[in-house]
């Protein structure tokens, strides 16, 4: 069950009004024709769009000093940015590391508490990421629980994080089994539906006067609700015909690079916002961003958080969610967006694919063809076999593929202040 998992999953629905859908157009016009200049002051607060929220459970994000004001302050405090950072006036937290969990030795600490978020509908699939910086000295904790029908859960850690390796090693927690859940690397698997889910932080640092800090906590939660489908969704087809120039990058150029499809299309993603900003420190080489989204716990790269962590480490704004089908990503290609998806298929089910199968693989969708069929950078093609990273897929393959279990997961990365859906 606990894979080394070489790819990985999310979702976001639009639901947008005529005029909603005007003012969107109409930032994706001035971003087009500004180009990589700054976009900030085409983004306004409450962008013109709807939250990511699919219909099999929800998507909830807090960003900014009024977002995280709902939520409880313990030693934590806000920057003047509206960041999440520790408070040494309020007196820190102070513990040891006794269990091996962190840095071997003492440490300071605060913690915040999200809010509640009702669900709305029974989940049993809780993913939490975050976007934060954590200078050397520093790293944060990020933990979940849902509320079932005899009450809460415990919380369950869902990653020990930081950039570097100076003070701790990011690892996720393991399965912290017990009667209610486990946890799946990143994903809490709750054995019984959840109509609640909260998040708790811990920021942790060895100097005082260093501090982590946390600008995005965000959470999906999803059930096995029937989403929508292709066959269910208009699709919105102005993104039917575009084609992102997104680098095309591969795995398996690289000494043990076969389980690194998730930092490929990482590193594809920021070398195409690396291009369209000229912010050359986003086009990071595949092995780079493969050591430096590692789980240490075991081994691998596939850490769905831990990849949206990294590129977030580096500015941009990232995070992990789920849609329900892809006609919700027509609109991030018509903005101007890459994003990486997790797919999982049988023998036979994706054709053209570089692999027969897979029980876990990523990939960037960067547009769709006339046909309304999606054009991917699959990071697995190999360049012995002749095998070109850029392949339009079956429309209605690649969805089954991706809205398996888990279903919908996405990457969504994109420099701060750009206009989004």
Known sequence: MFRDRSGFRSRLRLSLSGRARAAFLLAVLVVTVLA???????????????????????FRTLTGADAFAAGSFDRVTLDEDGALVLDPDAGLRSGHDRAGRYNGGSFLFGTYVSPVWETGVPVDSVVASWSAETPAGTWLEVEARARQADGWTKYYSMGVWASGTEAVRRHNSGPQEDADGLVDTDDLRLKRGASAVQLRVALFTTDPA??????RLSVTATGDGPGRGTASASPYRRAWGRDLPVPERRQNDFPGGGGWCSPTSVSMIMAYWAA??????????????????????????????FNTAYAAGLGLDAYVTRFDSLTDLEWWIAAGVPVAVNIEFEEGGLDGAPMPSSDGHIIVIRGFDRRGNPIVNDPAARADQGEEVRIVYDRAQLERAWQGRPRGTTYIIHPPGYPTP
Do not use: Q
Not at 47 to 58: T, Y
Not at 210 to 215: E, V, Y
Not at 282 to 301: K, L, Q
């Open 276 to 305: 369209r900003t000229g912010n050359e420190a986003w086009d990071r080489p595949v092995p780079e961003v493969a050591a430096g989204v590692r789980d240490h716990e075991y081994g691998g790269t596939g850490n769905w958080v």
């Open 36 to 58: 990589g200049a700054s976009w900030l002051v085409v983004r306004t607060r409450n962008a013109p769009a709807a939250k990511p929220a699919p219909d099999h459970g929800i």
């Open 210 to 215: 260093l501090t982590p800090r946390l600008r």
